[in-house]
């Protein structure tokens, strides 16, 4: 594949999603590119999702070399582009977009790896043989059931408030592992080892009821979100004693890394842009 260049000027890049504002994504990806000695910038995209298909495919037209895409976009983004790498088609979610001259728009969908490297590599957590519980349906869990099913555990139970969607996203990965999908009211104990909260709950300032019995001494709670202090997630958490609480910085910045290196062919350094991170939140 190859990208073509205007020489001189620097390659855009950017994030579209809505709201985007409080996005950390163009700090992120300017430390990579100073890190790294790309000449790029990287810029923020508000679309509406009535507008996401007209306005994307204008960025592309106008330059555009690349897109992250967040909520509520991932799975518009998925029917949008002209080929989807396997990972993403898995996931039918696409979180980055590449425009290369030969295939035109690629999407793939790098939540998985980065919130896989987050938990193995920042976190130091063992995932075979745990018991994982996923709270949420929506695009970026879809992006990180298939590599948690690959890492052999126990048991994977998806739960959503709306539980269809946890069910019919279960029985899509059902070939991958075990992996059960229910309401949140149905979920069962005994506590899990790991609970990632892929809901986006915890923007709107909420947690999910949720039944007794999850939560025990060894249990680490992961939230995706991310933002300054505690999330009704992580709070809920430490009130019910889980051993360890994390939010999605990790995740964040390990996603942007391999979406960085999808488009530049470099793999940036990412402890020094979460060694930045914790001292802005
Ligand atoms: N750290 C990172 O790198 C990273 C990457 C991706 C996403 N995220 C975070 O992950 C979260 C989800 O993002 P997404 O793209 O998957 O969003 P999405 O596609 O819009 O899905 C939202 C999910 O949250 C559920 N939900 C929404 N409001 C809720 C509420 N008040 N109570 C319970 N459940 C609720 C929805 O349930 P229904 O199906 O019932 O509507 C759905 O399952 C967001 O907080 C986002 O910031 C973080």
Redesign the pocket.
Known sequence: MTTGTHAGLPDQYGVAGHPIAHSWSPFIHGMFAKATAQNLVYRLFDIAPEDFRRETLRLFTSGVRGLNV???H??AAAELVNELTPRAARAQAV?TIAYFDDIQLLGDNT?GV?LITDLEQNLGLQLAHARVLVL??????RGVLAPLLERDLEQLVIA???AV?ARRLAADFSDLGPVVGCGFSEIEGPPYDLIVN???????G?M?EMPVGLIGEETVCYD???GRGHTPFTLWARSLHAKRTTK??G??VE?AAASFALWRGIKPNTQPVLAALAEHR
């Open positions: 967040t909520l509520p991932k799975q979180n939540d980065g949420g349906a929506g695009g970026a869990v959503n408030r709306t969607r892929g809901t986006s709950a915890s923007l709107q909420e999910p995706m979100a991310y999605g910085w995740m964040l996603q």
